[in-house]
């Protein structure tokens, strides 16, 4: 997962106003107060999609709802990684959920 680490901040961390913080034991994303990513062992979850964005992640990427301990949230996807090259069809939703943060 490093390597995926490398690549998802070389491309996130020049965004304007994004800084990583460790938050729920994972690496998240914010651009101020709001987190639009964060990374899991093999996975990257992305928290501000609109519906219809989650629902295209899910069936183009085989993201499926955010699960942890039990819960799920539906409001958020969860998109499979192996390797770096896997993230240029997930970062164009990683984008759309940064714009999101962005707005506010």
Excluded: N
Excluded at 24 to 43: E, I, S, V
Excluded at 66 to 71: I, L, P, T, V, Y
Aim: charged fraction near 25%.
């Amino acid at each position: 997962m490093a390597k995926v680490r490398s690549a998802f901040e070389a491309t996130v961390l020049p965004w304007r106003g994004v800084k990583p913080k460790a938050m729920m034991g994972c690496l998240c994303y914010f651009h101020g107060t709001r987190f639009f990513a964060f990374l899991m062992t093999d996975a990257v979850v992305i928290t501000k999609l609109s519906e219809e964005a989650r629902a295209r992640a899910s069936e183009k990427l085989g993201g499926k709802p955010f699960e942890m301990a039990g819960r799920v949230s539906t409001k958020w996807v969860q998109v499979p990684v192996k390797r770096p090259g896997d993230l240029t069809a997930i970062l164009p939703f990683v984008k759309a959920s940064y714009e999101t943060a962005v707005k506010g």
